[in-house]
């Protein structure tokens, strides 16, 4: 149970948890806090929060659990303006999709790892952002990544599990440079890939025409590209070194498909498709 | 009104097109014909077809209409095995992804384009194939484009238009080789990207922890990855300038993102995440 939950950025994620909690009854008061007002105001009427405060150090005053869901960009000043301000036995937690630099952030502002933060990313979302499109029941089944630091503490990092779990959602734990590289892989590059694709159908001469054209699949595939700029040009920046990584690697292979398509090997594209088919098949059987 | 419809290939798009023209009374009879017989007993199982031939001469005797639904890999075969047992009057479409090698399989087959030829294309489908997944009403609203070439009869292109206006979708006429420009961009590309990122994910050390942390986002992004390989690897070769074509710009912009995000270019990849969003959900909003 959590008495006063501090959520800094009512957003998707934000506002989504503290739906969640609510209705589970497993919050006291939800105090929304931002330095702007306009989100905090909608997330009021819509009932996602109680109150709200733009002041950081007033909203986290007697909070118990402190959810950071801000942009990864603004973690650091965020970090900064809870140093001192926070009740005894507050635990701060985050919703960031790169991990090692929310430990750097913390770094930077409390000048180590404090023990009571627990670093988390939920692996859900979609394409679209702010408390409007937060709704219940977006973590059920979905996975939470906890990636707690040597310092974090263990009455902590429970609490933080039990607030996720309170949501539906599955935790799992790993280090945040493993996170980090998997995540890379799985949702940073895939963002990319995204982004530049639209972008180069965008600076085509038939621009108009190809997205008249674009079918079910083209808006599947891209779907991701209608994220948040800012958030996804945080998390590039934030994970900059596994990210490069990814993309080498996909680059590479890519240039080796276009290759192999130029001299007309049929047998090294059909082995490809084939390949990724089963994979995708496979891992995807389950939903 | 076709009196009797000869399907070359029951599958996907085909036993999609045959329920429809049943259900709204547009054929008399539909006759299913391929060289093997497994998706033919179960085209006629699923009353898709009335009947059918695995003798491509014995299926299209008296039809007016045929379509020819086989992956494009195998067209110059299928138009050789036409030759000369078609009736008078009769007309052939296919539904071939890329329209220039359809073109060149005629001339191959026939000696030159013959005036009973449309070449179209239905700008739909899923990532399944083979007749089980075919349903009715797939093509409503969605588009279907016409690449007649100059040989091609106008009452032929008027009767195939016909046939697809009765399945509700919208038709559309260019040339094979515009076709071949704009699908290379806006499906034939994606289909390249989404391959190559599982494959790439698929040979990586974490191979199945990456799949496992794979959210919804990256479901849809490789949901075409699922796609049959014969016919994409056919599409790939059939579509093979253009293509490439496309894939080199495609990989020129993905190297400058990369640099970009190495050398630390905010401002770079803001305005490229800035621009793709702005776009997608231009052309999106509707749908």
Redesign the interface.
């Known amino acids: 149970m959590i008495n006063r939950l501090c959520i800094i950025g009512v957003g998707l994620i934000g506002g989504s948890l503290a739906r969640d909690l609510r209705r589970e009854g497993l919050v006291g008061e939800v105090v929304g806090a931002s330095r702007t007002t306009s989100n905090l105001k909608r997330a009021l009427e819509l009932g996602v929060i109680d109150r709200y405060d733009t002041n950081i150090a007033a909203a986290v005053k007697e909070a118990d659990m402190v959810v950071v869901a801000v942009p990864l960009g603004a973690m650091t000043d965020i970090f900064r303006a809870l140093r001192g301000k926070l009740d005894d036995g507050a635990v701060v937690t985050d919703v960031g999709s790169a991990k090692g630099s929310v430990l750097e952030a913390a770094t930077d502002a409390f000048g180590e790892v404090p023990g009571f933060l627990v670093p988390a990313h939920p692996?859900?979302?979609?394409?679209h952002s702010g408390v409007d499109a937060s709704m219940e029941g977006m973590f059920k089944d979905?996975?939470v990544?906890l990636t707690p630091a040597p310092e974090t503490r263990a009455d902590a990092a429970q609490k933080v599990k039990s607030m996720w779990q309170g949501t539906g959602a599955k935790i799992i734990e790993m280090s945040a440079s493993?996170h980090d590289?998997?995540?890379a892989?799985?949702?940073h590059?895939?963002?990319?890939?995204?982004?530049?694709?639209?972008?180069?159908?965008?600076r085509?001469e038939?621009r108009v025409?190809?997205?008249?054209?674009?079918?079910?699949?083209?808006?599947?595939?891209?779907?991701?590209?209608?994220?948040?700029?800012?958030m996804?040009?945080d998390i590039?920046?934030a994970n900059?070194d596994a990210?490069?990584h990814a993309?080498?690697?996909?680059?590479d292979?890519?240039?080796q498909?276009?290759d192999a398509?130029?001299r007309?090997d049929?047998e090294a594209?059909?082995a490809?498709?084939?390949?990724?088919?089963a994979?995708?098949?496979e891992?995807?059987k389950n939903?």
């Open positions: 692996i859900a979302g979609t394409e979905r996975m990544i493993h590289e998997v995540l892989a799985t949702s590059l895939p963002h990319m890939l995204a982004y530049t694709l639209v972008d180069v159908l965008g085509m038939e025409e190809i997205f008249r054209f674009a079918a079910g699949g083209f808006r599947d595939f891209t779907r991701i590209a209608s994220s948040d700029p800012q996804w040009h590039c920046f900059r990210l490069v993309l080498e690697h996909f680059s292979d890519l240039n498909a276009i398509i130029r007309g049929s594209i059909k490809l498709f084939t390949r990724a088919k994979l995708r098949d891992y995807t939903g």
